[in-house]
């Protein structure tokens, strides 16, 4: 399985929890747990802190596969946007 780099976020298919704030960041993992326990965020997602130090630190190049999960949550984005 590959690793993951993107979370979703908003309607009734939210990823993560205030717990992976190591993780997601403060913002993302806060975002995230508004979702999960109802209150009405606008849907989005977060591209993990760990994607984020590999970019820095490989010559501004994305992890194998971020951008394809970006994509993917991209879709279900303006999906469930309209």
């Known amino acids: ?5 993107v979370y979703f976020f908003g309607g009734k298919q939210t990823e993560g929890k ?9 913002k993302g993992a806060n975002l995230a747990e ?3 326990i109802g209150v009405p965020v606008p849907p989005g997602f977060t591209v993990t802190t760990e994607a984020c130090d ?7 190049k994305h992890p194998p596969g971020m951008m394809d999960q970006v994509k993917k949550n991209l879709a ?4 469930l946007t309209g």
């Open 1 to 5: 399985m590959a690793k993951k780099y």
């Open 18 to 26: 205030a717990e992976m704030k190591a993780i997601l960041g403060g």
């Open 34 to 36: 508004m979702g999960n």
């Open 54 to 60: 590999y970019y820095s630190k490989h010559g501004h």
């Open 76 to 79: 279900k984005l303006e999906k």
